[in-house]
């Protein structure tokens, strides 16, 4: 008995098989293949124009792919029109009816559906209880601040129960502070709810804060999938290391020991690797100031006060490169801009490219 409950639970929910799509010569969508889990918060997260919105359109059934298959729990949904797919998309602009009150927006999904009256309310009442909307159950849309507008939008694709909810942008017309206390809302919506989510953000750190999985896009193309740790710690190339959060990059040469050599000063990698010319590169956190005669020598350019820690901005004293560092704010306190200091890199944390 156990075995099947196993297999079930380890078989994807949604399979992305070489799926294409050009608009005349620009290729959208560049044969990706991805596996999405039930229940799973996943990010598709890219630069502008990586195809991220083309893909998510595929999904919901508004563009046909001109190859590839999707899958949703084995079954290829392909032919189906969107209103046909257990999956629902909710739009940037949020499209609320602007003539309808809330309950009333929440109302209309389900009346498509033909739900009794009994059934709608009670539906509807939990779904507004659970967004936080009870209270604004009878304003109209323009009576709304633009957070509320959002859970709103929100509250309307989850009462239909989909097995995926598909966001665009769900956070994008909103200010930072607010962006990021709806990033967790959404998050402990998804998880009550048990509905896997689908979302596109350009925004790196907002894949990184509530993606279970995400995947990095770039051209139509896919570069990287795994969790945002993997791919913070182990980014695949240049581009998503680059991407993800904050890198330095620093050329240099690696020498017959296998170490890295930059203006003089040596440093040791975690693989070995053969003498040429190299990049390395390494996060601000896995740098430090040392005493070490040999270290790298840099001049400080810049210091950057973030409350939590201070980002010393360095330029090495010979080659001219720029790298940062992050110390505790305290730490940072004693430092200076022009002051020359020497760096250190943590061995294990480096990566050549
Ligand atoms: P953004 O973050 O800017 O929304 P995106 O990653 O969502 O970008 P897409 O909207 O999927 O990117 O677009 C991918 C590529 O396909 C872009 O080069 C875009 O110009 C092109 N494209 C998208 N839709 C169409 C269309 N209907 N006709 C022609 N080209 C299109």
């Known amino acids: 008995m156990a ?100 309950r009333q927006n929440l109302n209309y999904g389900l009346e498509m559906e033909r739900l009794s009256k009994a059934e709608i309310r009670s539906r509807v009442d939990e779904t507004l209880a659970s967004t936080d909307l009870t209270t604004l159950a009878d304003r109209k849309p323009d009576q709304l601040s633009g957070g509320q507008k959002q859970r709103v939008a929100l509250a309307r694709a989850l009462v239909k129960r989909p097995k995926v909810l598909l966001l665009d942008e769900p956070l994008g017309a909103l200010d930072k502070k607010l962006r990021e206390k709806m990033q967790l809302e959404l998050k402990r919506l998804q998880h009550e709810a048990g509905i896997t989510f689908i979302i596109v953000t350009h925004d790196q750190e907002e894949a990184l804060v509530m993606a279970d999985r995400m995947a990095i896009l770039k051209d139509g193309k896919l570069l990287q999938a795994g969790t945002p740790e993997e791919i913070y710690e182990e980014p695949s190339d240049r581009f998503v290391a680059n991407f993800i959060g904050v890198m330095n990059f620093l050329d240099g040469q690696i020498d017959g020991d296998g170490a890295f050599v930059v203006d003089g000063s040596k440093h040791p990698l975690p693989m070995r690797h053969g003498p040429r010319g190299a990049t390395l590169a390494v996060r601000p956190e896995h740098v430090s100031i040392t005493q070490r005669k040999d270290a790298l020598r840099v001049v400080i350019s810049d210091i950057a006060y973030h409350g939590l820690d201070r980002a010393l901005h360095c330029k090495t004293k010979s080659s001219q490169q720029s790298l940062q560092l992050r110390l505790a704010a305290e730490a940072g306190q004693k430092y200076s801009v022009g002051q020359e200091v020497k760096l250190a890199f943590n061995a294990d944390k480096c990566r050549i490219y």
Do not use: W
């Open 3 to 102: 075995e099947p409950e196993t297999r079930r639970m380890n078989s994807p929910l949604l399979r992305i098989d070489q799926v294409a799509k050009a608009f005349g010569k620009t290729r959208a969508v560049d044969g990706i293949s991805l596996d999405i889990r039930e229940n799973e918060f996943f990010a598709l997260l890219g630069p502008s124009g990586c195809g991220k919105t083309t893909l998510l359109r595929m999904l919901a059934g508004f563009e046909a792919p001109d190859s590839g298959r999707i899958l949703l729990s084995g079954n290829d949904i392909s032919p189906l029109p969107p209103e046909k797919r257990p999956l629902n998309l909710m739009f940037q602009s949020y499209a609320l009816f602007p003539h309808m009150s809330v």
